[in-house]
């Protein structure tokens, strides 16, 4: 299981922009990935899910879709959320994750066994 460390969050206001990255410790070429976000008391939620090699396949939470995009750069073992448009309803601490199977990021990411410190995205009107 690769490591990875989000950065890129911070505050801004309504409308605003921000890009995260979350970078791995070795190759994720052969991973697929995902983004997740949890706010205090409340359970960690998907957000958005690309397919390992070319990441050819995503996938976007209802509430995020048509603002935010995932993209990677395999020679940089870099996962990308870049997310337009910001609503107060986003704020919330942002974290990445991998595995071989996209079905686990999609469907069972609540049972992967390691979470990294995530980053921190505050969004105010």
């Known amino acids: 299981q690769v490591q990875l460390v989000e950065s890129g969050g911070g505050s801004v206001q309504t409308g605003g922009s921000l890009t995260l990255s979350c970078v791995a410790s070795?190759?994720?070429?052969?991973?697929?990935a995902g983004w997740f976000r949890q706010l205090p008391g409340k359970e960690r939620e998907f957000v958005a899910s690309?397919?390992?090699?070319?990441?050819?396949?995503?996938l976007y939470a209802d509430s995020v879709k048509g603002r935010f995009t995932i993209s990677r750069v395999n020679s940089k073992n870099t996962v990308y959320l870049q997310m337009n448009n910001l609503k107060p309803e986003d704020t919330a601490v942002y974290y990445c994750?991998?595995?071989?199977?996209?079905?686990?990021?999609?469907?069972?990411?609540?049972?992967?066994?390691?979470w990294g410190l995530g980053t921190q995205v505050t969004v105010s009107s």
């Open positions: 070795d190759a994720i070429y052969n991973y697929a």
């Open positions: 690309i397919s390992r090699y070319t990441g050819g396949s995503t």
């Open positions: 994750n991998a595995d071989h199977k996209l079905q686990k990021i999609i469907e069972e990411f609540r049972d992967l066994p390691s």
